[in-house]
């Protein structure tokens, strides 16, 4: 774009300011027509309309209160009174038990507790050593003793005749010799 230098000389520059009376005079008006009816009235929301007043009057009219509206005598009659003279009886009429597990015969249960997996790794975690605590003792203990009951109800001392087995001198130093060479 070429520079143009200023100059004092003056001259049309651009359009002559009209003045707002001829403004106005120029122009055309358009013709006034009804606004279509696009939506809703502005405002609406907060002005309540007729279907609005008719619900509020119907509420109104409303009993505010909930619950049973069944009007209820003051008087007791003859045959509530009956009823409240019979001495009441809170005795159950169910009995309750508890719901005992099916038995099953000792071979079984013992088989069970022999192949019973939990009780497997704690006999491996006594036998390292390790103190049992909390509920692992307390499964071990009760499920020891069973098997103990079970053996004992069986007539089968495995720990008796292992030992035997494995050693033969252990016999000779559960004998107490002195009652047999001193008499007592």
Do not use: C
Not at 31 to 44: D, F, M, Q, V, Y
Not at 64 to 71: F, M
Not at 165 to 171: I, N, T, V
Request: avoid cysteine; charge should be neutral; proline fraction near 7%.
């Amino acid at each position: 774009m070429t520079r143009i230098k200023k100059t004092r000389t003056s001259g049309p520059l651009g359009t002559r300011h009209r003045p707002a009376e001829e403004a106005r005079q120029d122009r055309t008006r358009a013709p006034e027509t009804k606004k279509k009816g696009a939506g809703l009235k502005s405002g609406s929301r907060h002005s309540p309309s007729a279907e609005d007043k008719q619900k509020q009057s119907s509420k109104s009219s409303k009993d505010p209160r909930h619950g049973s509206k069944k009007p209820i005598a003051l008087i007791v009659t003859e045959a509530e009174q009956k009823l409240m003279a019979q001495p009441k009886q809170f005795k159950p009429v169910v009995q309750l038990t508890k719901a005992k597990e099916p038995e099953m015969p000792p071979e079984q249960e013992l088989a069970l507790l022999e192949n019973d997996e939990k009780l497997l790794e704690l006999l491996d975690k006594v036998d390292q050593g390790e103190i049992l605590t909390g509920k692992d003792a307390k499964y071990f203990n009760a499920k020891t003793a069973r098997h103990a009951e079970l053996v004992a109800l069986l007539g089968l001392d495995q720990d008796d005749e292992e030992e035997e087995e494995l050693d033969p001198l252990a016999k000779l130093e559960r004998t107490d010799w002195r009652k047999e060479f001193l008499g007592e």
